[in-house]
């Protein structure tokens, strides 16, 4: 008899028909054998309500208040759902967060969860229950037993940390919509359902997946291997799965807060080739890897920040024996760069052999500033230098001299705890259908970019930059540090760019300039009418082109970009906002993402 979790989200349990219905499919899977717990959310819009209360109140909250007023939505849902199960005749009990022993730490309004006992949950389950817990909250650790919550949407990391505890087969996430879609079917409305996503694809897609799916959920079930399922409470449908490879054995405690970085990666089979001062307007990269991609030469770092005045530069890394042949390519490609005659520019090609790449890779770097901070001061600690920098949400990937390499492993295994030897990157999942090369596409137009140019290039810069972003509490989403290297006062200088949430660019932009003096970097500029259109797919690692296809597809748009990075699963590009909406647009059409899959039955 298998054990299940179902957690059913405020729409799904707003009337009492709703939770009528509930109770109906929750008995319905125990008639089929199973033992049920089921998470609920607060009814429909209970818990904006009472936001909106508190704001009528005061505009400055206690957030332990908030926590006090927010988690009595949830015992309400359990309390009816409850009854409407007992009225179906199935046994069931209803338990608080605090009931069960759901322990958080004791930050209010956004506590993670440190451990989750499970005595009382096995002793109920044994007595033929179903557990109707309430989502979304817990209990301090402290003594006096405070009431926490997780952060808005948290019910989602309620029930996969249930599900992680009790070592359930599935947990399943019951919800309005029909399952996870390509992207945002209100900006592409022929996006399509996906029957299965890898939880690292939907980390890399936070900002598409995060209205369906909070992100912490996510993290969960992929270091717990948690077998997730996403799926329409008014039909039978499927839905989508969310899948994890199976996971190195991790203790429950410290639950979402130990080691948020799993993996150490190196590769030292790589060289880069960097285009320095190519024109910067559309269609520059997707000529250069639309070359490459016609050769099959598959490129796997790529890395274009900021312009100046009007050029740019684009670094891209390989396999060390595509080297000659994608040299080859970005020489040819130069002249014509130029054929404008408007362009002034000496495009230049650089190669460098003497590189290794080196990265960590994690669930738990998503929304905590200090993770990608620590890998560069580590790495200056020991006085390795950083070239390029490239970040995605699950990934931190440097290039550094080759001669640093075994210290750098050393140092970052070190520093974070990482014991297991390096994973090997993507291909460790089996999947039912084999990995598709774009899984789906997202658009996030409420960051900024923060440009810093000329920063020293030395160890350490980085280091201290973003060491001080995350003390301000600042929240770095892409981090690029870019090919392109400039004298000033006879000192080699590098630019670091970087996007945080909109809200705080100005806040970025102070904490950057107070150290400018003192760590002798040049202008820091914001602009905040930036978006950024990203891709992911597993399969794009083996798969030559992809990016290609990419800029192609935003170049015909006439989009320029301005800035790229990438991971082995995703690439994401800068553009600017007003155009954001066609650049996602022409992307989901450019990988047929609309029309290949099965089609959604509307509710
Ligand atoms: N009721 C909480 C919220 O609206 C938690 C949840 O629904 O997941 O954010
Ligand atoms: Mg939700």
């Not at 001080?468 to 670091?496: E, F, P, Y």
């Not at 909109?502 to 400018?516: F, G, L, R």
Request: aromatic content about 2%.
């Amino acid at each position: 008899m298998a054990l299940i979790v179902q957690k059913y989200g405020g729409t799904s349990v707003g009337t009492v028909e709703r939770i009528q219905a509930v109770a109906q499919r929750v008995k319905a899977t125990v008639a089929a054998g199973h033992s049920v717990v089921v998470v609920v959310s607060a009814m429909g819009k209970t818990t904006d309500g009472l936001v909106k209360l508190a704001a009528d109140i005061t505009n400055q909250p206690s957030r332990r208040e908030m926590d006090m007023l927010l988690s009595t939505g949830e015992q309400v849902s359990i309390a009816l759902l409850t009854m409407a199960l007992h009225a179906q005749g199935q046994e069931a009990i209803s338990l608080t967060g605090a009931q069960v022993g759901i322990v958080t730490e004791a930050e209010h309004t956004r506590a993670r969860i440190l451990k989750i006992k499970t005595d009382r949950l096995q002793r109920h389950l044994s007595e033929g229950k179903v557990i109707v817990v309430a989502g979304f909250q817990g209990i301090s650790q402290t003594s006096d037993l405070e009431i926490t919550t997780l952060g808005r949407g948290g019910s989602d990391t309620s029930a996969v940390a249930l599900a992680a505890a009790l070592g359930a087969e599935k947990c399943e996430i019951y919800t309005d919509v029909p399952g996870i879609l390509t992207t945002d079917p209100r900006l592409v409305p022929e996006a399509q359902l996906m029957e299965e996503i890898t939880s690292d694809e939907m980390l890399e897609l936070a900002s598409l997946g995060a209205k369906v799916l909070h992100p912490r959920a996510v993290e969960i079930a992929r270091n717990y291997g948690v077998t997730l399922v996403v799926r329409s409470s008014w039909t039978d449908e499927p839905g989508t799965r969310v899948i994890s490879p199976r996971p190195q054995p991790r203790p429950l405690e410290g639950l979402e807060l130990a080691h948020p970085v799993d993996a150490v990666e190196f590769d030292t089979d790589q060289a880069k080739v960097a285009l320095l001062r190519i024109p910067d307007r559309p269609g520059i990269a997707a000529r250069l890897f639309g070359e490459l991609a016609s050769q099959a030469l598959n490129v796997d770092l790529i890395i274009q920040s900021i312009h100046e005045g009007n050029t740019n530069d684009i670094a891209f890394t390989m396999v060390k024996a595509n080297l000659a042949k994608a040299e080859a390519v970005a020489e040819a490609i130069g002249p014509a760069l130029r054929s404008n005659p408007t362009d002034t520019t000496q495009a230049e090609v650089m190669v460098d052999q003497r590189m290794a790449k080196i990265s960590i890779a994690g669930a738990g770097m998503i929304g905590r500033p200090g993770v990608a901070a620590k890998m560069f001061s580590s790495l200056a600690a020991a006085g390795i230098n950083i070239q390029l920098i490239s970040t995605s949400e699950v990934k931190v990937s440097c290039t550094i001299d080759v001669a640093d390499c075994d210290r750098a492993i050393a140092v970052l295994c070190e520093a974070f705890e990482v014991t297991s030897s390096p994973v090997p990157q993507g291909n460790s999942l089996q999947t039912q259908a084999p990995a598709p090369e774009v899984r789906g596409a997202a658009l996030d137009i409420k960051q900024a970019r923060v440009a810093i140019r000329h920063v020293p290039d030395r160890p350490g810069m980085a280091a201290q930059i973003f060491q001080l972003l995350a003390t301000h509490g600042v929240s770095v989403d892409m981090i690029i540090q870019s090919q392109r290297c400039r004298l000033v006062n006879g000192q080699a200088t590098r630019d670091i760019a970087f996007t945080v949430a909109q809200a705080d660019a100005q806040t970025a932009k102070a904490v950057v300039e107070s150290a400018a003096a003192e760590l002798g970097f040049g202008d820091v500029a914001v602009d905040e009418a930036i978006a950024k259109v990203s891709v992911v797919g597993t399969g794009m690692i083996y798969a030559p082109g992809v990016a290609a296809r990419m800029f192609k597809a935003l170049s015909e748009q006439g989009i320029n970009l301005q800035m790229i990075a990438t991971s082995e699963i995703k690439i994401s590009c800068v553009v600017a906002e007003a155009e954001g909406v066609a650049a996602l647009r022409a992307v989901h059409n450019a990988f047929g993402l609309a029309g290949l899959k099965r089609t959604v039955v509307p509710a």
